[in-house]
């Protein structure tokens, strides 16, 4: 769940025709770094061009994205964007967001089930230090897939998505799930060929 700072709703961002952002909470400009920041801290915000009031905070998260690859943060492979070019006007364009999503949501499982895993396994040992750095840095990794990290993130936000699995499903659930996005990752293969 996206945390807001009173409740309300996502704090407003207007951004302005000279390109600077103001925080319509604190009543002071910021940055793209100060989105960012928001962004992992899980705080909810939508930007508006202060002239149209459009919703433009798709744009500004694609661009903090950018600065952040640009800066050598690099976690989207080549690879990866040219497979997600090649979608764009494809048939398939509507299924990539959810199946991006679902992909996403299922990660975020994964790593809680793999920390839970970790610290079980080596509670009590010799090894349980060695298992706590590697698992802070496992998570540091990780950081940017929390929820509420990347909304608005191109490809990952607009189209439905099957309904998120509770933190309590069964092993058999995950085995499901990770079923169907295999199943769904080999037609995605499929027609690309």
């Known amino acids: 769940m996206k945390k807001t700072a009173t409740g309300n709703g996502p704090v407003i961002i207007k951004k302005y025709a000279n390109r600077r952002l103001y925080n319509t909470e604190t009543s002071s400009y910021i940055t793209l770094e100060h989105l960012a920041a928001m962004t992992r801290e899980g705080r909810d915000f939508k930007v508006v061009d202060a002239k149209t009031d459009d919703d433009i905070t798709h744009n500004v998260l694609t661009q903090i994205i950018m600065e952040e690859e640009s800066r050598g943060q690099t976690m989207l492979p080549v690879n990866f964007l040219r497979q997600l070019i090649s979608l764009y006007g494809d048939s398939m364009q509507a299924m990539v967001p959810g ?53 608005g993130m191109p490809g990952v936000s607009g189209a439905p998505v099957a ?31």
């Open 99 to 151: 199946y991006l999503e679902a992909s996403m949501d299922s990660f975020r499982r994964n790593q809680e089930q793999f920390k839970s895993a970790v610290e079980g396994a080596f509670a009590n040992s010799p090894f349980a230090e060695i298992a706590k750095r590697n698992l802070a840095m496992f998570e540091a990794a990780a950081e940017a897939f929390k929820p509420g990290q990347v909304p």
């Open 163 to 193: 309904p998120a699995a509770s933190a309590t499903e069964s092993g058999d659930d995950v085995s499901a799930l990770k079923a169907e996005l295999a199943r769904l990752q080999d037609k995605i293969e499929k027609l690309g060929k």
